[in-house]
């Protein structure tokens, strides 16, 4: 079946740092790719998608492109900040309404 | 627009109890899905329904069970609470289709004791 996996976390590093976590991903067809983010206490907030190859998502300094050649789909930020600490999920998503996540990896940023 | 609800937003029960679950979608919206969040087993799909009728389901014991009504409101129900169903339960609503998001409310964290 689908699935998803991400790079295992913790991931630790300081402000205004260059960040990439990675994701790969097994499906049968062509799915939508996202990353999704949930801070303490909360649900998760889309942070962006892609819907087919070579398609890049980007909000907040967030970017990924969708890797058909590699089944990739790996986040990166060019600068973090302390407000971006959180954990991060991959995730995939073919034809229902039904979202395959990876293992989620958690950022901490340090001033 | 209100995003999505959740209620309760706690809940403790122990082992052998039933439980009811109740998510209000974002007004619009027609599908809601059911997810369970577990530091072991990560975010598992439950569930999806939508117009009232269960669509989707993922691989988890007869005793998870939900409904969808007129207004798309939701509710899952756990029978027979094992240790193991403690978890975050997180609903999300979309209109269904294929390449909608689907936004989150915040969960139900349930302990069962």
């Known amino acids: 079946g689908d699935s998803v996996t991400q790079m295992e976390g913790p991931v630790t590093l300081s402000e205004e740092a260059f960040l990439t976590i990675n994701c790969t991903y097994t499906a049968t067809g062509y799915p939508s790719l996202f990353w999704y983010v949930q801070y303490p206490g909360e649900g998760l907030q889309l942070l962006l998608k892609?819907?087919?190859?070579?398609d890049k998502g980007s909000n907040k300094g967030f970017e990924a492109t969708y890797r058909k050649e590699t089944t990739s789909f790996h986040l990166e930020k060019g600068s973090v900040q302390v407000s971006d600490s959180a954990v991060y999920f991959c995730a995939l998503k073919e034809g229902a309404q039904k979202l395959v996540f990876g293992q989620g990896t958690r950022l901490t940023i340090n001033p | 627009k209100a995003g999505v609800t959740q209620t309760p937003r706690y809940l403790i029960k122990t082992r052998g109890q039933q439980v009811t679950l109740s998510c209000s979608p974002i007004?619009?919206?027609?599908?809601v899905s059911w997810y369970q969040q577990t530091p072991g087993q990560g975010l598992q799909f439950l569930f999806e329904y939508f117009s009232e009728t269960q669509r989707n389901k993922g691989n988890f014991p007869g005793r998870f069970s939900g409904r969808q009504f007129s207004n798309s409101r939701s509710e899952m129900n756990v029978s027979t609470l094992e240790l193991g169903d403690s978890a975050l339960y997180l609903c999300?609503?979309?209109?269904?289709?294929?390449?909608?998001?689907?936004?989150f409310g915040p969960g139900t964290r349930l302990t069962v004791l």
């Open positions: 892609a819907t087919k190859a070579d």
């Open positions: 007004s619009g919206h027609r599908s």
């Open positions: 999300a609503s979309s209109q269904g289709q294929v390449f909608d998001e689907q936004f």
